[in-house]
């Protein structure tokens, strides 16, 4: 039995922030208490440190192909960034293509994984294309432990219809698992990009026009219309705006069976950021679009008082030169970009040190939440006796500046770059190993193991 002593950090969970020592057995935590002593332990000193769950981030692409491109970060680069950011656990997805099983796109994915994984990982499962011939497997693959399954309501391709979205909601709410969706109306995006290419408006600064608020705010009204009949569990990914979150709140008031997310990019930016620095624009397309600076009040209130159960961050960045192929025209800028190595830091300095979410609040949405909405814990997302030794040690003093070149994220194209924060992740820790200390790489290869998922009510919030 290996024995490992974290010792004399400030403990920080969604419950409490506590002073007490973390025993690490054989990858599971097995005592929490102050001064506690073992001869035969190794000893970590984190004095004046933090210490925070590992970082559960459920919305990552590691690679996504778009059109003509595909986003720069390999499972392997991505994972080893997101262990550089303090994330112990990603969920990334299996797309299959129009005609393909999605026991195949998953088994492509879980190859991928088994080799590449710096940590630890599960997958969504996108169900697009001949959707009638893919139903049947939903059963074995809830069961199999990926309850999670993926529909966009835009992109045409992959958008479903919806007499198809409404077989998916039931057949998956008969199987026991759960429908996570990017909710926005693509006919009603694709037709005003239409317009305003024929307008000849189509420098970046129009994009937030593609793409309006009431592109999610019509979606999220209809998907929560199909579930008040359904019933089925939802999560709704990448929440940007004020009006999707009234409609969630409402929503969670009478008991129904949602969680939702939304990203540091909306948190951060607003959609004044398309009007200026043509690189800064063309980092932040991505759908759904940045909206205004009410907006992003709105998302800071939500995960304040849980209508948002976590920060997710779509990690999907392209290169410079791939984002401006097309020249200065939105409608050709692949959408998408890098975060999930920043988004403890924009999180705790931009959220935590502005005072706008507590410690507490801060380690549910960083963690807890995002564990919780897709049946990882208490295996995930906590610092508790039984569960997995996931750690990030984190100094709250540190002042730092993100720059795509320090980073470990494999793009030049970083929407960050250049931004002050203060507080970093000193060390990340991995069911009781350590893999990243002092941004050094400390393990020797890709230890990430695939985490079977099983949703239970009770640990949705
Ligand atoms: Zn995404």
């Known amino acids: 039995m290996t024995k490992t002593i974290i010792r004399g950090g400030k403990i920080v969970t969604s419950q409490a922030v506590t002073c007490a020592d973390i025993l690490m057995e054989n990858g599971v935590i097995t005592a929490i208490q102050p001064d506690l002593e073992f001869a035969d332990a190794t000893q970590i000193n984190v004095h004046g440190k933090l210490i925070f769950p590992g970082g559960v ?3 990552t692409h590691m690679p996504w192909p778009t059109g003509s491109f595909i986003s720069t970060d390999t499972f392997a680069s991505g994972s080893r960034a997101a262990a550089f950011g303090g994330v112990t656990c990603v969920i990334d997805f299996a797309i299959p293509s129009e005609e393909e099983s999605l026991q195949s ?7 991928e994984a088994e080799q590449e994984a710096w940590v630890d990982y599960s997958f969504h499962i996108n169900i697009r294309g001949d959707v ?12 199999a432990g990926f309850p999670s399954f993926k529909v966009f309501m835009a992109y045409e391709g992959f958008r479903l219809e919806d007499a198809d979205l409404l077989n998916v909601l039931k057949t998956v709410k008969e199987a026991g698992g759960m429908v996570n969706v990017h909710a926005e109306n693509g006919p009603l995006a694709d037709y005003l990009t239409t317009e305003l290419i024929r307008q000849g408006k189509r420098s970046l600064a129009f994009y937030p026009q593609a793409r309006p608020a009431i592109c999610e705010e019509e979606a999220v009204t209809r998907l929560l219309t199909y579930q008040e009949q359904i019933g089925v569990r939802l999560h ?18 009478t008991g129904q069976p949602l969680t939702a997310e939304t990203c540091p990019q909306y948190l951060f930016f607003s959609d004044e950021d398309y009007q200026g620095d043509s690189q800064l624009a063309a980092a932040l397309v991505c759908a759904p679009s940045i909206k205004s600076k009410h907006d992003q009040d709105v998302l800071w209130q939500g995960l304040k008082d849980g209508t ?12 410079l030169e791939q984002k401006f192929s097309g020249g200065n025209d939105f409608s050709l800028v692949p959408g998408g970009m890098a975060g999930v190595e920043t988004r403890l830091p924009i999180l705790f300095h931009y959220g935590v040190n502005a005072e706008k979410l507590s410690l507490t609040q801060f380690a549910y949405v960083w963690a807890e939440g995002p564990a919780r909405s897709f049946g990882l814990f208490p295996q995930k997302g906590t610092i508790a ?5 996931d750690l990030v040690i984190f100094d709250p003093d540190e002042q730092w500046t993100l720059r795509a070149t320090d980073l470990h994220m494999n793009t030049d194209c970083l929407a960050y770059e250049g931004i002050p924060v203060t507080g970093r992740p000193v060390m990340t ?33």
């Open 132 to 143: 009638p011939s893919k139903l049947n497997e939903i059963p074995g693959l809830v069961q």
């Open 308 to 319: 948002l159960s976590a920060v997710a961050t779509d990690h999907c960045p392209y290169s």
């Open 236 to 253: 709704i990914h990448h929440v940007s705006s004020a009006a999707a979150i009234d409609l969630i709140r409402a929503a969670r008031t």
């Open 57 to 59: 981030d459920v919305h």
């Open 385 to 389: 006796v039984g569960s997995d030794a």
């Open 429 to 461: 820790i991995l069911r009781g190993e350590v893999i990243v200390e002092d941004n050094h790489l400390v393990s020797d290869q890709p230890r990430g193991t695939l985490i079977p998922r099983s949703l239970q009510a009770e640990y949705i919030l």
């Open 105 to 111: 796109s998953l088994n492509r994915k879980l190859i």
